[in-house]
């Protein structure tokens, strides 16, 4: 009787160091020592800090870092995601709660305490036995008129709190434009005119609408002008994340050549997010199969399966654009997002130069695309590198 083949067996199933789709811890983070510094020293120091960086560069996993580190040095980190709160009040809402759990004492006392420290507002504190957690909502009227007002309110109340039990505290507000971008001037005066009487908390005001925050602290005559410093998150040394390639396939006893590690960041645009996803993919190519080595031919393979793994959430967005949005994002790719609004690419991609501006805005908007500033001139560049080589085999471009 004829023995069973036998498959190959695996190598030991080492863990990938190549991460992403979630928050890095502090020893992760790869060449951000400089701006995690700046961040702590901003929240050791009760200062005020605008972090400004295009989303996939690792804005958050730097401020998850930051809070971790802080937290570590006994320091009261509230930090909360604007963009996942339908409106401000709501925003307003967990950050009181947060605040509360945090400093406020207890829970005997967190009512009583509250009703002094934040009467307009009109706290109501329940507390849940089962998980030993307090909630919070608030009395005051809600409305679309309300609600900035309600939060400027809550960032006094978390300044009285932090006073009250003299302990270092700071807020993190990532994404931030989304508090002030529908708002206008007034959100901004109102924002600065509340927190720049704060001695007892530190604040860092995180973005990704690096235009939009760019002009709103540069501008003399807004609001936020040298409110704070402002620290922008760019690419990483291509030098340094090649080391980190070259390190993370070495371990594992992989074979990567400069060939491979060039070609990653060269299909991924030295995008963070974008880097470690390719990397990911590569290594674990290359783990089931070990006598292969990490060269261009290799790399493409990879892109490839990663490809095929989001081809139904980048069809999705496709056959979402409008007919002239799809031309300008093709405009994007192949121009490498120059020249644009030229008589030459509205000729070639058959859309008027008016045409052409509405829908840079409307893939802008979307967080299809960003603007970047170059010397002397402005590209537009996909917010995922991944999504382009998408579009050259969907479309054949």
Not at 50 to 77: C, D, E, M, W
Not at 211 to 216: G, I, S
Not at 241 to 257: E, Q, V, Y
Not at 379 to 388: A, S
């Amino acid at each position: 009787m004829a023995l069973p083949t036998r498959r190959p067996s695996l190598p030991p199933a080492a863990r990938n160091p190549f991460e992403f789709g979630r928050e890095l811890s502090p020893d992760e983070l790869v060449d951000r020592a400089a701006e995690l510094d700046q961040l702590i020293r901003t929240i050791e120091n009760a200062d005020k800090l605008f972090l400004i960086g295009p989303r996939r560069y690792g804005k958050t996993s730097l401020l998850h870092a930051a809070q971790a580190l802080a937290k570590s040095r006994g320091i009261v980190v509230l930090r909360y995601d604007a963009e996942r709160y339908e409106s401000l009040d709501l925003l307003a809402e967990a950050l009181l709660t947060g605040a509360a759990r945090a400093l406020a004492g207890p829970i005997d006392r967190t009512g009583d305490l509250l009703a002094r420290v934040a009467a307009k507002l009109k706290p109501h504190v329940t507390y849940d036995v089962s998980n030993q957690q307090l909630s919070l909502s608030l009395g005051i009227e809600r409305n679309t008129a309300t609600e900035l007002p309600i939060l400027a309110d809550v960032l006094d109340t978390v300044e009285k709190l932090a006073s009250n039990a003299k302990r270092r505290v700071a807020v993190i507000l990532d994404e931030f434009q989304h508090v002030v971008e529908e708002r206008g001037a007034a959100a901004e005066r109102q924002i600065r005119a509340v927190v720049q009487r704060h001695r007892h908390v530190g604040y860092i005001f995180a973005g990704s609408a690096t235009r939009l925050l760019a002009d709103m602290t540069s501008d003399s005559g807004r609001a936020f002008y040298k409110l704070g410093a402002r620290l922008f998150i760019g690419p990483l040394p291509a030098e340094e994340f090649k080391a980190f390639l070259d390190a993370g396939f070495a371990d594992a006893k992989l074979k990567s050549t400069p060939e491979g590690v060039d070609a990653i960041l060269e299909l991924a645009e030295e995008v963070p997010y974008s880097v470690q996803r390719l990397a990911h993919a590569c290594w674990e190519m290359l783990r089931v199969e070990p006598a292969r080595q990490l060269d261009r031919d290799a790399v493409n393979a990879a892109l490839l399966q990663v490809l095929m793994q989001e081809n139904p959430a980048y069809t999705q967005l496709w056959n979402s654009l409008t007919q002239v949005q799809k031309r300008a994002a093709k405009a994007v790719v192949l121009e490498r997002g120059l020249a644009l609004q030229s008589a030459d690419v509205s000729r070639r991609y058959r859309i008027p130069t008016a045409s052409m501006q509405k829908a840079l805005g409307a893939l802008d908007r979307r967080g299809v695309i960003r603007e970047e500033a170059l010397v002397g001139r402005v590209r537009w560049r996909l917010e995922d590198p991944l999504f382009g080589a998408w579009l050259r085999m969907a479309q054949q471009l």
